[in-house]
């Protein structure tokens, strides 16, 4: 509905910031303006509708290696003042960070741009239609979800001299259809507003809904799955979070060992925000660029998540995998592709003698991180397989169940054809995955208990 | 700022809007984390700006700006409106919002200590001692120190003649020991995992003695990387508050907001498995389950003088002696409802829509002690502190994981064991309450990060709880 700041003036920010911080110490500045606009829809009408637009000025200052930094979202020259003596003022209070890496010097960025007009510029009265094609396409089901539009420009700056900018924007469009007893889901996500069909996501939604009713129980146990994209996409994030994380390894928090076939064969898995497809900038927090970083080759770990502070401490350069919060938290992968197999869902299914078909994970939490054991349920259409058909749909299943187990060799049947954005549990347009088929997976609990 | 939330109605109002509020916010926020002595981030963030939401017909749009002119407040009270508009593209049923009284008032809460006034070198010195202390245990190897505090100044105005001021402060620490082994790694945290939190200033962490309580969690880490597996089966179980708190966060808070009943987040959170025509009616638990949601009591996280809409402060029964008698509403859910607006309804920050959240939605203590319920306990195990946490989107469905467990033997605690999980159904569980400790174990404990709406908003709620027994329930659930 309204762009963000201009370019232009984002430099200006910038430059005014790093001039007041003058020889005081070595400082990073990251300016971001830009919409957040979010339609959302519940009992198939729109119940919250929601608009902001932001700017944001973050510092970075350090003072012989003392470290600070704040932001604020207030532009003024006083506010700016603000900022920057506050900063300064907690670096020097700030004890020694002997980790403190420095800041990136002037490094060049691809400049693809991963913007769409319409996106940004997309007014309520869009977002709605988008809405009304969804409902619609449910035939008179109860319809649940939303359609945002994000559109988001950034500046970056240093001291070294280092200033890049990009700008970015993401559409997503998901939501459930709902029966008196049960949920179908629909999702999709692209940098594109054309890439969104209401009506064809909503018809999805609706199918899963319809053929979902009337499920009844299934005793847990030790079953063979079909997970479809979600699923995986919630597999792969925590692995991403939890073990690919450079400062979980360094930490030895982390199941990760470089070299080491922990995975099956068929699993290949790359954090690349320079593919076509990606949604986001091109640099992460630090200014850095984001790198094509090969996290598994045909089952063996290779390369862990960096940025700057991991990557100085074991002895390698930055992949570009900063994150607000990263110095605490650690790097994580942003731009996950698993590449897709030749096997369609279709025909996964008509494999399996005896097994479960899920169509979505909910509320997965690691109970460690170091074997990736992780508990959660089923949600939005789950259904018993056997003899190669799907014969009833089951209630929602607890699972219990270590990630890296599920994906390790011998484990995985099939790699599915259907890639695509698939939302996982931290959000969208951060997992491009298909459907995967696995010979063990342990669900612990059902409806009963 | 009054005059800027006030501009921000006056311009909805202008655009057609039959119905406006806004909220003009100065929030501050001061966060430091440290690991193993080093303070690895110190971060702080100012936000400001203006939020108006608009009524049109039955439909609702919200706008928010980062701009503080009076221009910008107007024209973002413009688009609030215009954005209710477009929603009727999509419309809904007949919307009324519950009578409230229009207040003008203020409200601030005790602080003998305000925590942004500490000097950032005393509260780095304090992470950095008690970091240091837990790492002296042999075998620590991740010893974690983390400090947040919140600033909020708010200012509400409604077109109905609302004029609310409130200064809002939280503090709160967590610190915590991590031993690693071989395949596991083991974790003990102190006040509670993820910090506690509570709505006062800078005392509360110096009464936390982070130091004190250092080494005991250094000690208990490493000694869980050599305890046995906790036993699986059915077994009676204890809760300590802290983990109690969180099984009434989940499986009780989130289920008796009323947007999730109605419906309204069903496609992210989840909707809830209480249905309005059993208010009433329903067994929840056992008779010794008394919840309230109390929004008054002093220091508690949930805490504050009005919402954000205007709704005073309030304490109101949900459980009572095991039957479900009240949710957590806002204007046009009670409406809907047919209930009196129960003054819970927050946004977080000024640039996120105001939603049903929870206040401090507690358990009323019981007569009985930590001590003696152990001692009355023949086969079971005593679990503390949080380490894992999931329900289904009905919040029927539940496993917890906890830090640490000992088991309980005709009356006594014996050995510690290591990866304590339990699992059931809400209504079962609750129905298996059978001991419940006093009033001197009662504790406000403060979730700061309870997750809800889209976009996401991070809430913070209170839930007091003390220790408690539940019999015959399913544990050891590890994968």
């Given amino acids: 509905m309204s762009e963000p700041f201009a370019d232009d003036l984002l430099d200006e920010i910038a430059e005014a910031v790093l001039d007041r911080v003058g020889d005081r110490g070595e400082a990073a500045v990251s300016v971001q303006s830009g919409t957040l606009d979010l339609t959302r829809f519940a009992n198939s009408f729109i119940h919250q509708n929601v608009a902001e637009k932001r700017a944001q000025v973050a510092l970075e200052v350090a003072s012989d290696n003392r470290v600070a930094s704040a932001s604020i979202d207030r532009l003024d020259d006083a506010s700016l003042d603000r900022l920057v003596e506050r900063t300064v003022h907690a670096a020097r209070l700030h004890p020694h960070d002997s980790d403190w890496p420095g800041l990136i010097e002037p490094t060049e960025i691809p400049t693809a741009l991963n913007w769409d007009d319409a996106v940004a510029e997309a007014s309520p009265a869009d977002r709605a239609e988008r809405v009304a094609e969804f409902v619609g396409a449910g035939g008179g089901l109860q319809a649940a979800g939303f359609c945002d539009t994000e559109a988001f420009a950034v500046v970056y700056a240093n001291t070294t001299g280092h200033h890049v900018r990009g700008k970015f924007t993401r559409t997503t469009l998901d939501g459930i259809h709902q029966t008196a007893t049960s949920a179908g889901t629909g999702h999709a996500t692209s940098t594109r507003w054309a890439d969104i069909d209401g009506s064809s996501i909503g018809a999805r939604a609706a199918e899963l809904a319809l053929a979902s009713q009337d499920a009844g129980n299934l005793e847990p146990g030790h079953y063979q799955v079909v997970l479809g994209p979600e699923c995986l996409a919630s597999m792969l994030i925590f692995l991403a979070y939890y073990g690919f994380n450079a400062k979980a390894a360094y930490e030895g928090q982390s199941f990760f060992n470089e070299g080491e076939h922990q995975f099956d064969d068929s699993i290949t898995l790359i954090d690349d925000a320079t593919d076509p497809r990606a949604i986001g900038l091109l640099f992460d927090n630090e200014g850095a660029p984001k790198q094509r970083n090969v996290l598994i080759d045909a089952g063996v770990s290779r390369a862990l998540s960096h940025d700057r502070r991991t990557a100085a401490k074991m002895g390698t350069t930055t992949t570009g995998n900063a994150v607000p919060g990263s110095a605490a938290f650690g790097p994580v992968a942003t731009d996950l592709f698993l590449p897709p197999g030749a096997t369609s869902p279709a025909d996964m299914v008509a494999d399996v003698e005896r097994g479960v078909l899920v169509t979505e994970f909910n509320y997965c939490r690691i109970l460690d991180p170091k074997t990736q054991v992780v508990t959660g349920l089923t949600r939005n259409g789950t259904f018993l397989i056997e003899d190669g058909q799907i014969v009833r749909p089951v209630a929602n299943l607890r699972f219990t169940q270590s990630f890296l187990e599920a994906l390790s060799p011998g484990n995985v049947l099939a790699i599915g054809d259907d890639d695509r954005f698939a939302a996982n549990e931290f959000g969208h347009g951060m997992t491009h995955v298909p459907s995967i088929r696995l010979a063990d997976w342990r669900f612990t609990g059902n409806a009963r208990g | ?479």
């Fill in chain 2, 1 to 479: 700022m009054f005059d800027l939330a006030t501009a921000a109605v006056e311009g909805a109002l202008a655009a057609g809007a039959t119905y406006a509020d806004a909220r003009a916010m100065i929030s501050r926020e001061e966060r430091l984390d440290c690991l193993n002595t080093v303070i690895e981030s110190l971060d702080q963030t100012e936000n400001a700006g203006v939020g108006v939401r608009a009524l049109v017909g039955s439909s609702w749009g919200f706008y928010a700006t980062s701009d503080t002119s009076d221009a910008a407040a107007r024209a973002a009270g413009h688009q609030a409106t215009e954005i209710a508009k477009a929603s009727a593209i999509v419309p809904g049923p007949h919307l009324e919002l519950a009578d409230v009284d229009v207040v003008e008032a203020h409200w601030q809460n005790p602080v003998d200590e305000d925590p942004f006034a500490v000097p950032l070198s005393d509260k780095a010195d304090l992470l950095v001692e008690a970091t240091g202390t837990m790492g002296e245990t042999a075998g620590v190897a991740l010893a974690r120190g983390t400090m947040g505090f919140f600033g909020t100044d708010k200012y509400f105005v409604s077109s109905q003649g609302h004029r609310i001021s409130q200064r809002i402060v939280e503090s709160g620490a967590e610190i915590s020991a991590t031993a690693l082994g071989e395949i596991e790694s083991q974790r003990r945290s102190y006040p509670q995992s993820f910090g506690q939190y509570e709505t006062a200033g800078y005392e509360v962490i110096r009464a936390f003695d982070l130091v004190g309580n250092a080494p005991r969690l250094g000690e208990e880490a490493v000694q869980l990387l050599a305890a046995p597996l906790c036993p699986e089966g059915e077994y009676d179980l204890i809760l300590g508050s802290s983990q109690l708190a969180l099984q009434i966060h989940e499986s009780v808070g989130h289920a008796i907001e009323l947007d999730r009943i109605l419906g309204w987040e069903a496609a992210f959170a989840g909707t809830s498995f209480l249905d309005l025509e059993e208010l009433g009616e329903l067994r929840y638990g056992s008779p010794l389950m008394n919840i309230t949601a109390d929004a008054t009591l002093p220091g508690a996280l949930g805490s504050f003088g009005y919402d954000d809409e205007g709704t005073p402060a309030q304490r109101v029964d949900i459980v009572k002696e095991g039957t479900w008698v009240g949710v957590l509403t806002g204007r046009d859910s009670a409406a809907i409802a047919g209930l009196s607006p129960g003054g819970m309804v927050r946004g977080d920050g000024y640039n996120r829509l105001p939603m049903v959240r929870m206040t401090n939605v507690g358990l009323l203590p019981g007569e009985s002690s930590l001590e003696e319920i152990v001692s009355e306990t023949k086969n079971g195990v005593l679990m503390s502190e949080n380490r894992s946490w999931s329900i289904d989107d009905r919040r029927l469905n539940f496993q917890f994981g906890c830090e640490i467990g000992w088991e309980v033997k005709n009356g006594k605690r014996g050995r510690m064991v290591r990866n304590p999980t339990y699992t059931g159904i809400t209504p079962q569980f609750w129905a298996s309450l059978d001991m419940l400790a006093g009033p001197d174990e009662t504790v406000f404990w403060g979730t700061p990060n309870c997750g809800k709406g889209q976009p996401m908003q991070v809430g913070h709620t209170g839930h007091p709880a003390m220790p408690a027994r539940f019999t015959g329930v399913r544990i050891g659930v590890i994968g």
